[in-house]
């Protein structure tokens, strides 16, 4: 029998520092679980990710610190540059780019592997080429499916579902094209173009995935992409026996996966259904909506109505949306409510899982106007509230405000949890036209005889109104 063979100083250390850096990983997810400690868990991460890549670093020769040095260089300027320089309107959308970056690197470094490996002349373990190819395929479909998010959230290309006939049997062709060719790369070590084969349908399906998703699905498709990027990450680690890879991408999985899960909870509708749904492709008609309410008329408010209208209430419910994102109209949303506060109405703040672009977007916005945290609902917390507030004041807000989620069975988001604004006694709508919100239907709202409308830039409506709060 040999003898064990002793684990040298460098390698324990560079184990431990991976231990760590799984811990300081983990602790980073449980502290980002709640507002009040975000931060905290966003400084344990940096710190856990800074050690990882002090400790990998030492498993690399000297000569090879160049290329890695320069690469750190590269990507902090290109992070710390993106960080500061993106507007939160565009926080979406460089989540987007930031996953399918993430799914990129997992294939890209699988591949390499495989290259490496040399095939044609050596024989890959099944558990190699099974990692390595599971690695390739979900990191082009994650970084593909991710370019073509980005695409839609930055309206370079329309945010209503893509169609065409037959579309579900183009995905399930190029999904049978790229098992069958992974079963060949598995069957076969040496079968380079078949691995090609399946490394392009991958990239396609991940196209072709997210082209018949609507804007408003969006923010479970980030979701459930950096899932799939977690995964990616994960199974890369195995191909590298690099175990903070393993646990960080399993984190990441797991943690996309739940969220997602929950997500489509609070739309009351299935995974398949988002993925598959086309959701948004029929548009409701302004009749429609109208009929829903018996009346197609509108009411139209000023300033000075809205002003006093909250100003003399005793309990206002914000609401936010995608249009105080767009306006950039937290810190005036903020300014408000003290104002408000100090004329002694209570202020609360209704937060719908789905509200903007992405997961938490109102959270991310109304914290960086330091809205304090215990001011913020969910929308369990807050929908029995609505019938004792005075004025529902609903900023940009518009598909999680629609009552046709409960009493119109033709919508296309009937049964999906919505924010009882229609409850309130009063309901005020901040909006710049009557366009329909990113899932394209219309709102019956707009058409409850006590809802007003008042039509503008939210940041410029919201501080005309602070002004007169202060004048009454």
């Keep these: 029998m040999s003898a064990v063979q002793p684990i040298v100083p460098n390698a324990l250390a560079i184990d431990v520092a991976y231990l760590v850096t799984g ?4 602790l980073g997810l449980r502290y980002l679980s709640s507002p009040k400690t975000a931060r905290a868990g966003n400084l ?3 710190v856990g990710m800074a050690i990882a890549l002090i400790a990998t670093a030492f498993e690399l020769d000297f000569a090879q610190w160049l290329p890695l040095v320069f690469g750190l260089g590269a990507g902090a300027i290109v992070g710390i540059y993106s960080a500061r ?3 939160m309107t565009a926080m979406p959308q460089m989540v987007a780019l930031f996953n399918g970056a993430g799914g990129g690197a997992a294939a890209l470094v699988s591949t390499a592997e495989f290259l490496k490996l040399d095939p044609s002349t050596s024989i890959l373990t099944p558990d190699q080429t099974v990692t390595i190819v599971l690695s390739s395929i979900i990191g082009a479909i994650s970084f593909c499916g991710s370019i073509i998010a980005f695409l839609k959230l930055q309206e370079l290309m329309t945010g209503r579902p893509i169609t065409y006939a037959g579309q579900q049997i183009v995905n399930g062709l190029v999904a049978l094209a790229i098992v069958v060719s992974a079963g060949c790369v598995i069957a076969n070590a040496d079968s380079v173009p078949a691995y090609f084969i399946a490394l392009g349908g991958a990239a396609l399906l991940g196209f072709l995935f997210v082209l018949p998703i609507g804007g408003a699905d969006m923010p479970v498709v980030i979701s459930l992409l950096n899932s799939f990027t977690g995964l990616a990450a994960a199974l890369t680690g195995f191909v590298l026996g690099n175990n903070v890879l393993i646990i960080a991408g399993a984190l990441v999985g797991a943690s996309g996966t739940l969220l997602t899960l929950l997500m489509s909870k609070a739309m009351n509708r299935s995974i398949t ?3 598959f749904g ?8 302004a009749g429609d909506a109208a009929a829903a309410t018996g009346s197609g008329v509108i009411r139209e408010a000023t300033v000075d109505d809205v002003a006093t209208m909250v100003g003399y209430a005793k309990e206002v419910i914000i609401v936010p949306g ?3 994102a767009v306006a950039q109209a937290q810190h005036s949303v903020r300014e408000l409510a003290d104002q408000l506060e100090k004329k002694g109405v209570e202020v609360k703040y209704a937060i719908h899982p ?3 672009r992405m997961p938490g977007h109102m959270n991310v916005l109304l914290a960086e106007a330091n809205v304090p945290y215990t001011a913020l609902y969910d929308m369990d917390d807050i929908n029995p509230e609505f019938p004792r507030a005075d004025v529902a004041l609903v900023i940009g807000a518009n598909d999680v405000t629609n009552p046709a989620a409960r009493n119109v069975p033709s919508s296309p988001i009937y049964g999906m949890p919505i924010l009882d604004v229609d409850k309130a006694h009063n309901v005020v709508v901040l909006k710049r036209s009557m366009k329909p919100g990113f899932a394209g239907i219309d709102n019956p709202l707009f058409y409850d005889p006590k809802t007003s409308l008042l039509f503008g830039d939210a940041k410029a409506s919201v501080s005309q109104i602070t ?6």
Excluded: D, H, P, R
């Excluded at 811990?23 to 983990?26: D, E, G, M, N, T």
């Excluded at 002004?467 to 009454?472: D, G, K, N």
């Design 23 to 26: 811990v300081c990983f983990i």
């Design 44 to 46: 344990i991460s940096m």
């Design 85 to 87: 320089a993106v507007k």
């Design 273 to 275: 259904n988002v993925l």
């Design 278 to 285: 086309a959701f948004g492709a029929v548009k409701t008609s």
């Design 322 to 324: 995608y249009g105080m």
């Design 354 to 356: 789905v509200a903007g």
């Design 467 to 472: 002004t007169e709060i202060q004048a009454l």
